[in-house]
């Protein structure tokens, strides 16, 4: 039997069971093998690397594992410089899009408060999430591993456990996308870009006493909605200043 060496960094070791996080082991493999299938049947999805080195030279996930070979396997580097080594994607997994998988609750609203386009219909079934997230280049945005498993999926994120807060920290921290986010300047119910209207244009479908303490209004023309800064918004942005915390 052949057998080569893998070692999982980051938070690749969160898919792996105790015994083999942040540590060498050996795992035996039969025939012509890829990298991407044994990376898989580790219980790691292959949308969560972004770097594969065999005996320290970067390949891609069609490589076949050949006997005694050393794979180290990365997820995206925040500081590293690896300018000189071949990613495996051509940043897609820096995509500021997203489509989101039925049942990530709070996350969506909050990311569109964040300013970020996700897409969310949750009439969609696992295949035409996969579709559309191909199509449109957006990342799938999931608790299942089995979806991101799926051989059609380029681009995907696994939601971690925990609160709304800590998982979209970690979804725009592995994305590196701090900094760049227009915050409040998508609707929170359709994801349609919000417009700046004047108070007078919607005077008329404002309740008076919103009208009394805001001169501040954006309109979604995609769900007919309209916003400003009333107490529901401070609870939001509440929340937000709690995602963008250092
Ligand atoms: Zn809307």
Redesign the pocket.
């Known amino acids: 039997m052949q057998a080569a060496t893998f070692r999982f960094y980051e938070e690749l070791n969160d898919f792996l069971p105790l015994e083999r996080r942040k540590a060498e082991f050996r795992c035996g493999f039969k025939g012509r093998e890829s990298v991407k299938d044994r990376i898989e049947a580790l219980g790691v999805p292959h949308t969560e690397v972004d770097l594969i080195l065999v005996n320290g030279v970067s390949v891609d996930f069609g490589y076949i594992l050949q006997d005694r070979d050393r794979v180290s396997v990365y997820p995206v580097f925040e500081s590293l410089d690896i300018h000189d080594v071949t990613h495996l994607r051509d940043l897609p997994l820096r995509e500021t899009r997203f489509i989101a998988d039925v049942n990530i609750g709070d996350i969506v609203k909050y990311m569109r408060a964040l300013g970020l386009d996700v897409y969310c219909n949750p009439t969609l079934s696992p295949r035409e999430i996969i579709r559309i997230s191909r199509e449109e280049k957006r990342t799938i945005l999931t608790k299942s591993r089995k979806l991101l498993k799926h051989r059609d999926v380029i681009r995907g994120i696994f939601i971690r456990p925990g609160t709304t807060v800590e998982q979209i920290r970690g979804i725009i921290d592995f994305l590196s996308l701090r900094g760049g986010m227009a915050l409040f300047s998508r609707?929170l119910?359709?994801n349609?870009s919000l417009v700046r209207v004047t108070k007078e244009s919607v005077f008329d479908r404002v309740p008076p006493k919103a009208r009394a303490f805001h001169e501040d209004y954006s309109y979604?023309s995609?769900?007919d909605?309209i916003y400003w800064q009333g107490s529901h918004f401070a609870r939001i942005q509440k929340v937000v200043d709690e995602i963008l915390a250092q």
Do not use: D
């Open positions: 609707c119910a359709c349609s979604c995609g769900c909605r």
